[in-house]
């Protein structure tokens, strides 16, 4: 795979209604891709999640295209109420998990606030016909009419696609789960919440071991919570966790039964002449992704991206500004909340490339090789097949060319704050708002 500084972005879908008038419970809130990249499931704040199938005549022409259908639609999750906190839970899917593939069937984990759920996905497209003891409608036959007996048939079917849950993991956390992640052993999973990381076996329902707990005996002293959290992809032992304050911590389940003692710490030293009221705000962290070969890991703040070294924590080998244009502009983005929202970021398949989102529906594409960047758009306007995205500018100072746009022009209300790539090719999904745009490299 090319490095992204050498690719040509071209559109090549856009998924749901490209109208203005927007449901709440439409807008997208989870993207990934399964390990082969054939499927790619949405989760949306109403609880839904939409699985979409590449199609076999795209991924097999020459030159391969990145185009994908609706394979199924299911109620994942509904809204509801925690009568001992007097507290609403939202329907909304906060993540989205594949396991690894290991028969016909797809396995998936989901989330919101409080349930972490585990779904089949598998195909039905033939159907037996004459049973003795039933009828054809599934009613029970009364036996005294039974007279003879039939060798029931398999008859083929129109293809249906089924998702019914599997198991359902509730009650182990206090606060709201705002990660998932599936061990490379593909039997256990953790979750994370504010203040706490659990460990599930993907059989066992009705217990989680806690592996971190940072929930002070007092509550006044909280000085930080968990913001994500992420298996290593090879060492089944490891996993990062990441803090508002601006830190990671790795952990090796090997040391103790409980990892409050982490066996790594990766933090950046401040930088003095930046400090501000926003310093602490903007330094949280909002995700963290182990690369592919387990060797980096990327974290995203507000204004950038850093990419760390798994055998150095003193610094980032590699820093991306992301809208470094936007740092005086926090006081602002701090009466809007916009300064509290939580960017996602993810390699590329070779872990070459970064990618992660900005305001006005803008999103970052940063080459670790060439070390070049790009500012590309997800906008109706592009929603021509093979459409080359134009790379954009954001001008800051006054006179401003003509295809710049100004600072004071962006629109923070759309936002790209969920990205995937295709494991092994140049796909990419992104998410904006109700609308999910595929992508591929024009060859």
Request: hydrophobic share 35%; net charge negative; with cysteine.
């Amino acid at each position: 795979m090319a490095g992204n500084g050498d690719i040509q972005w071209c559109f090549s879908q856009v998924k749901g209604t490209l109208d203005d008038d927007v449901t709440e419970a439409d807008i997208i809130s989870c993207v990934e891709f399964n390990h082969d990249g054939d499927l790619l499931a949405t989760g949306d704040k109403g609880g839904r999640v939409v699985i979409f199938q590449r199609d076999p005549i795209s991924k097999n022409c020459i030159p391969r295209r990145g185009e994908y259908n609706v394979y199924s639609t299911f109620q994942s999750h509904e809204p509801e109420f925690d009568y001992l906190k007097s507290l609403e839970i939202e329907e909304k899917i906060n993540k989205i998990r594949w396991l690894k593939r290991k028969n016909q069937a797809h396995f998936l984990l989901s989330t919101n606030d409080k349930t972490i759920k585990l779904w089949k996905v598998s195909e039905r497209d033939k159907r037996v016909e004459g049973y003795n003891t039933k009828e054809e409608n599934g009613q029970t036959r009364d036996p005294s009419c039974i007279t003879a007996l039939r060798v029931p048939i398999i008859k083929p079917m129109e293809l249906m696609v089924e998702a019914s849950p599997r198991r359902i993991f509730a009650n182990a956390h206090t606060y709201h789960i705002n990660s998932i992640s599936v061990n490379s052993d593909q039997e256990t999973y953790l979750s994370a919440d504010d203040l706490r990381i659990n460990l599930w076996h993907l059989e066992i329902t009705d217990q989680s071991f806690n592996i971190v707990d940072i929930k002070p005996s007092n509550m006044e002293e909280l000085t930080e919570v968990i913001t994500a959290a992420e298996f290593h992809p090879l060492e089944c032992n490891l996993f990062v966790y990441s803090s508002s304050k601006g830190t990671i911590r790795l952990c090796d389940m090997r040391q103790a039964a409980l990892c409050d003692r982490h066996s790594k710490l990766f933090e950046e030293p401040e930088d003095p002449t930046n400090r501000s009221f926003f310093s602490e705000i903007i330094s949280s962290i909002s995700d963290v992704k182990v690369s592919n070969s387990g060797r980096y890991m990327i974290s995203r703040d507000y204004l950038s991206v850093k990419v760390w070294d798994l055998h150095m924590e003193t610094k980032p080998i590699e820093s991306y500004p992301v809208h470094e244009y936007l740092r005086s502009k926090l006081c602002s983005l701090y009466e809007n909340d916009c300064i509290f929202d939580k960017f996602e970021c993810c390699w590329s398949g070779n872990d070459s490339c970064i990618m992660t989102g900005s305001y006005n529906n803008f999103f970052r594409m940063f080459d670790r090789v060439n070390k070049r960047d790009a500012t590309l758009e997800a906008a109706k306007e592009i929603a021509k097949p093979k459409t080359v995205l134009k790379p954009r500018k954001v001008c800051t100072g006054g006179k401003r060319k003509k295809d710049e746009i100004s600072v004071d022009c962006l629109d923070f209300n759309k936002k790209i704050l969920h990205t995937a790539w295709h494991p092994s090719e140049n796909i990419i999904a992104v998410a904006a708002t109700n609308n999910l745009f595929l992508l591929q490299d024009k060859l």
